[in-house]
C-alpha cells in the first residue's frame, strides 16, 4: 500500500556528463596505460611511413658499368676500348657450307659455325672412314665459307696442300679437284688441259648433268686416256 516502510520505488542514477565521462575513464586507464597506448601509436604511423617511403636497394657493385673514359680511335673508324674497360668477345655466330670429301663416312655439303676447324667438318660428315690418313691433313686448321676438305686414303697420293682453301695464289688447286664443282679457270690449272678443254668440260657437265667418276671425263672432247691419266690423281668426281 502507498505510505507503507519499505515499499519505495527506486529512482535511476542520473546520467554522467560527457566530461565526467572521460574523467572517470581516464582514471580506469591510468597515467601507464595511457602514455604507452601514445608510445604504440607514433611507432606505427613511423613504421608504415618508412614503409611506403623506403629507399631502393642499392645496385649490386659487380654490375657492368659504362666507362666515362674515351676510347682510343683506331684506323678505319674503329675504338679500342678505354683503359680499364671490360672487354666482352662474341663468338661467330655465322655459317659457312664446306665439301667434305674422300676417306669419310657421309661425304657431302656440310653446315658448321665459322669458328669451327677441319676436324669439326670431317666429324660433320660421319667421321673418318677406317682407311682414313687423318695425319695427311691439318685437323686444327680453320674453315672459310665454300672450301673443300679432301680425306685421303691411307697410301692414296695426293697434292701436297690439303689445307681447307679454295685455292692458293696464282690459280692452283688446294687439294684433288671436284670434277663437279670446278670452275673451268680451275680445269685450266690441271697439266693437259687448256682454256678450250676446260671449257668443254664444264659445257658438257652442264648438259648431262654431275659427272659419276673420274673416267667420265672421256666422255669430253678433248681428253682421251693419254691426256686423263695426266691429271686423274688431281681430279675427284
Same mark, same amino acid.
Given at each position: 500500500?502507498?505510505?507503507?516502510? #519499505?515499499?519505495?520505488?527506486?529512482? &535511476?542514477?542520473?546520467?554522467? +556528463?560527457?566530461?565526467? $565521462? ?5 582514471? $580506469? =586507464? #591510468? ?8 608510445? !604504440?601509436?607514433? /611507432? ?56 667434305? /670429301?674422300? /676417306? ?17 667438318? =670431317? ?6 672412314? /677406317?682407311?682414313? *690418313?687423318?695425319?695427311?691433313?691439318? !685437323? ?6 665454300? +672450301? ?13 696442300? %690439303?689445307? &681447307?682453301?679454295?685455292? +692458293? &695464289? ?6 684433288? !679437284?671436284? =670434277?663437279?664443282?670446278? %670452275? ?31 673416267? *667420265?671425263?672421256? *666422255?669430253?672432247? #678433248? ?15
Amino acid at each position: 500500500m502507498d505510505g507503507q516502510d #519499505g515499499d519505495e520505488i527506486p529512482r &535511476p542514477l542520473p546520467r554522467p +556528463s560527457v566530461g565526467e $565521462w572521460v574523467r572517470r575513464t581516464l582514471v $580506469w =586507464i #591510468g597515467p601507464r596505460r595511457i602514455a604507452t597506448s601514445g608510445v !604504440l601509436a607514433v /611507432a606505427t604511423g613511423v613504421g608504415g611511413w618508412w614503409l611506403l617511403h623506403a629507399p631502393p636497394p642499392p645496385v649490386e657493385r659487380g654490375l657492368p658499368s659504362a666507362s666515362t673514359t674515351a676510347a682510343t680511335a683506331l684506323p678505319g673508324g674503329t675504338q679500342a676500348p678505354a683503359p680499364g674497360a671490360s672487354v666482352v668477345t662474341v663468338a661467330d655466330t655465322s655459317i659457312v657450307v664446306i665439301h667434305v /670429301a674422300g /676417306a669419310v663416312r657421309q661425304p657431302g655439303l656440310v653446315r658448321l659455325l665459322a669458328i669451327e676447324r677441319v676436324a669439326d667438318a =670431317i666429324t660433320a660428315a660421319g667421321g673418318p672412314t /677406317a682407311d682414313a *690418313d687423318l695425319d695427311a691433313l691439318n !685437323l686444327a686448321a680453320p674453315l672459310t665459307d665454300g +672450301s673443300r676438305v679432301y680425306v685421303p686414303r691411307v697410301g692414296e697420293v695426293v697434292p701436297p696442300l %690439303t689445307d &681447307p682453301m679454295p685455292s +692458293s &695464289p696464282g690459280g692452283a688447286t688446294a687439294g684433288p !679437284l671436284n =670434277i663437279n664443282t670446278a %670452275t673451268a679457270e680451275q680445269f685450266d690449272t690441271l697439266p693437259g688441259v687448256g682454256p678450250s678443254t676446260a671449257a668443254a668440260i664444264v659445257a658438257h657437265r652442264e648438259a648431262n648433268g654431275p659427272f659419276r667418276t673420274v673416267e *667420265d671425263l672421256l *666422255d669430253v672432247r #678433248g681428253i682421251g686416256p693419254a691426256k686423263l691419266e695426266q691429271f686423274r690423281a688431281l681430279v675427284v668426281a
